[in-house]
């Protein structure tokens, strides 16, 4: 298996990643909406509504954030970098991803520990914390992934000149 091969590996990971996130948007919807239609109607809300829309908010952000990555979906300001060359460009590009894949580690390596240490569960509901803790890490890592792919294709276009 070749670089390609893996690339599309991991690209493919991150989408179903995503996917399995999005799918968690459907039952948040349909608990904030029996929420909303209890506590209205029969001024009953539904106990916990708040925990489990904080859970299935973290699992949705969690594991879209690599997909994200790979269509370029993140905000980013080209305000200074588009008066630049294309040469300086990939160099700025090259250099902010370094210190993303830094950061990333970090937050890979402390969900990780924080997450296999965890032991406390939430007030109300009592769900455990170290899945979401460790799904910190997870995340993390596939965002990781992808941001080494455009390193590595990044490097690819300075290699290439023709592509600046």
Same mark, same amino acid.
């Given at each position: 298996?070749?670089?390609?091969?893996?690339?599309?590996?991991?690209?493919?990971?991150?989408?179903?990643?995503?996917?399995?996130?999005?799918?968690?948007?459907?039952?948040?919807?349909?608990?904030?909406?029996?929420?909303?239609?209890?506590?209205?109607?029969?001024?009953?809300?539904?106990?916990?509504?708040? !925990?489990?829309?904080?859970?299935? *908010? &973290?699992? %949705? +952000?969690?594991?879209?954030?690599?997909?994200?990555?790979? /269509?370029? $979906?993140?905000?980013?300001?080209?305000?200074?970098?588009?008066?630049?060359?294309?040469?300086?460009?990939?160099?700025? !590009?090259?250099?902010?991803?370094? *210190? &993303?894949? %830094? +950061?990333?580690?970090?937050?890979?390596?402390?969900?990780? /520990?924080? $997450?296999?240490?965890?032991?406390?569960?939430?007030?109300?509901?009592?769900?455990?914390?170290?899945?979401?803790?460790?799904?910190?890490?997870?995340?993390? *890592?596939?965002?990781?992934?992808?941001?080494?792919?455009?390193?590595?294709?990044?490097?690819?276009?300075?290699?290439?000149?023709?592509?600046?």
């Amino acid at each position: 298996m070749g670089w390609s091969g893996v690339r599309n590996g991991i690209r493919r990971i991150s989408f179903y990643a995503c996917a399995t996130g999005m799918v968690t948007l459907i039952p948040l919807m349909l608990l904030t909406f029996a929420d909303v239609a209890l506590r209205s109607f029969f001024g009953k809300p539904i106990p916990g509504t708040f !925990e489990l829309s904080q859970y299935i *908010l &973290s699992i %949705f +952000i969690l594991l879209g954030a690599a997909y994200t990555q790979q /269509v370029k $979906g993140h905000v980013g300001v080209d305000f200074v970098t588009s008066r630049l060359s294309p040469r300086l460009r990939v160099i700025c !590009e090259i250099l902010t991803t370094l *210190l &993303s894949l %830094f +950061i990333i580690a970090v937050v890979v390596w402390q969900g990780w /520990v924080q $997450g296999i240490s965890e032991k406390a569960v939430s007030d109300q509901l009592r769900i455990p914390q170290y899945p979401f803790r460790v799904l910190v890490s997870i995340g993390g *890592l596939l965002l990781w992934l992808e941001l080494l792919i455009d390193l590595i294709e990044s490097f690819g276009k300075i290699g290439r000149r023709s592509a600046l």
